[in-house]
């Protein structure tokens, strides 16, 4: 069952790394498509960099559930490498444990911030206009699949 459960979420992380590298894919070819533009045409997109700034947003926050996962985030392992085996594991265990504690929190807050501007209906103050609440989608969802994948490796963790 724990083992399902799992499998299940590193699956929606790994979707998560799929659409990451799709957002990066679009995100280059949107400023190469600008940057033939701007040769052939003397003028710019307008919304190139606006643009940008929000699938990059999107890149790094879908990223980051994988990149957990994978166990490829920064770790700064002066203390528990100072520590013995089992003193590890625990300091590990409760690292996680407060993450996960934290992590919910960011979720309720990006969700009430994407909730407010869907309700005020906010847009950026560009030439494009483009509704907030669509790139902020990015980030809570970004924290959904984190808090997700957090849950995913206590589990494995107090295995």
């Given at each position: 069952?724990?083992?399902?459960?799992?499998?299940?979420?590193?699956?929606?992380?790994?979707?998560?790394?799929?659409l990451?590298?799709?957002?990066?894919?679009?995100m280059?070819?949107?400023?190469?498509?600008?940057i033939?533009?701007?040769?052939?045409?003397h003028?710019?997109?307008?919304?190139?960099?606006?643009?940008?700034?929000?699938?990059?947003?999107?890149?790094?926050m879908?990223a980051?559930?994988?990149t957990l996962?994978e166990?490829?985030?920064?770790k700064?392992m002066?203390?528990?490498?100072a520590?013995?085996?089992?003193?590890?594991?625990?300091l590990?265990?409760?690292?996680?444990?407060?993450?996960?504690f934290?992590?919910?929190?960011?979720l309720?807050?990006?969700?009430?911030?994407?909730?407010?501007s869907?309700?005020?209906?906010?847009?950026?103050?560009?030439?494009?206009?483009?509704?907030?609440?669509?790139?902020?989608?990015?980030?809570?969802?970004?924290?959904?699949?984190?808090?997700?994948?957090?849950?995913?490796?206590?589990?494995?963790?107090?295995?």
């Amino acid at each position: 069952m724990i083992n399902q459960i799992i499998k299940r979420i590193e699956s929606l992380s790994k979707i998560g790394a799929y659409l990451s590298a799709l957002l990066l894919s679009i995100m280059v070819l949107l400023i190469f498509i600008n940057i033939l533009y701007r040769s052939l045409f003397h003028s710019s997109i307008m919304i190139t960099d606006e643009y940008s700034a929000y699938l990059f947003v999107g890149v790094v926050m879908f990223a980051l559930a994988f990149t957990l996962k994978e166990g490829v985030h920064i770790k700064i392992m002066v203390l528990s490498s100072a520590l013995g085996k089992r003193s590890a594991k625990l300091l590990s265990i409760a690292a996680t444990a407060i993450a996960l504690f934290i992590s919910p929190i960011t979720l309720y807050f990006s969700t009430t911030m994407v909730y407010q501007s869907f309700s005020l209906d906010i847009r950026a103050d560009t030439v494009a206009q483009t509704k907030l609440f669509i790139p902020q989608l990015f980030i809570t969802m970004g924290f959904l699949l984190f808090s997700l994948e957090l849950f995913a490796m206590l589990l494995k963790k107090l295995r």
